[in-house]
């Protein structure tokens, strides 16, 4: 179990939710546009970052409402702990900017949920996870790394910070401080060095996963970080004081740690994922999620997190063969799912484990 009691109100088009009596498996059906999706949005909120969507929070809030607040219970030990996310109106008559995070009342900042859950999803815009650009990739490699280690959260930030503050000054007609440079430089490689050493740790986890499966029904993928950025902070900080000078003349940063891409290859054909067959990029996209569940379990074990995975849509294009294979693979990763689909029949197989939620214009009735 991870999460239950789950209340959602004013978000997206979901006035006042509530699911009770979660289980393993959840479904939510409806038809398109009913507020499925807006579900796993709500609860993909209880970890570090903007959502599945990658939305403003302005966009999540219902139409008509000053702000939106989600909570939930997280079931994973004695006494559940309640997890609260909410936008709030200042009072200044200006939209709601700042998003604040509870658990059981005490306040708790954004980067810190990952060390209570992990928190993994797949989405049909992901489907051109391969095509789109680098950066689509990077994030979610980066989720995948978060959800083993959560201490992710705490060097990207820190990164991303001095990075920002470096293209700033960088960018700045009149030539930089040496000394800001160089403590900034320091910043970002002690942060970046450790952001490298997570990813690294885990893809070759992962990787010695993916080698063990079956070419079939799901294609197996083989996956590293390109360009591997050095997990050395002096060999970073080295790299960027050299490249002032052409990276003063470009205006921004242009090696380290946030220029890295997931790199994967279909396993047997060493084909690129870039150039398989929209039907493959699926099903490698899927091997790797399901990899990477099983990967979580094992390694989130010790600090008892639970999984959460959240799966918009993901049997409505697979064959029987495949989504009987992939409910398998999901009841043997031991994490708590939720799925979309527009009418239970894709789910067949999964009567009688699963708790199931008609949805209909942003309002969830179980049944």
Known sequence: MAFDRIQIADFRNHRATRLDGAARFNLLVGANGAGKTNVLEALSLFTPGRGLRRAQLS???RDGADGFAIGADLVSGVTPVRLGTAVQPDGSGAPASRRIVQASGAPLPASRLAEWLSVAWLTPAMDRLFTDSA?????????????????????SGRYDKALRERNRLLSADRSPDPAWLEALEREMAEAGAAIAANRAAVVEALSQRLAVLPDAPFARPEISVDPASSAEADALADKWRTSRSAERGAGRTLSGPHRDDLAVIMAGTGRAASE???GEQKALLIAITLAHATLAKAQGADGGRPLVLLLDEVAAHLDPVRR????????ASGAQVWMTGTELALFSG??????VWRVTEGVAEKA
Not at 324 to 331: G, I, N, P, S, T
């Open 59 to 61: 966009e999540m809030t």
């Open 350 to 355: 999964l009567e009688g484990k699963a708790a």
């Open 276 to 278: 398989c067959s929209t």
């Open 135 to 155: 950066s689509g990739r990077r994030r979610f490699l980066d989720r995948m790394v978060l959800a083993i280690r959560p201490d992710h959260a705490t060097f």
């Open 324 to 331: 009987a294979a992939l409910f398998e693979r999901l009841e």
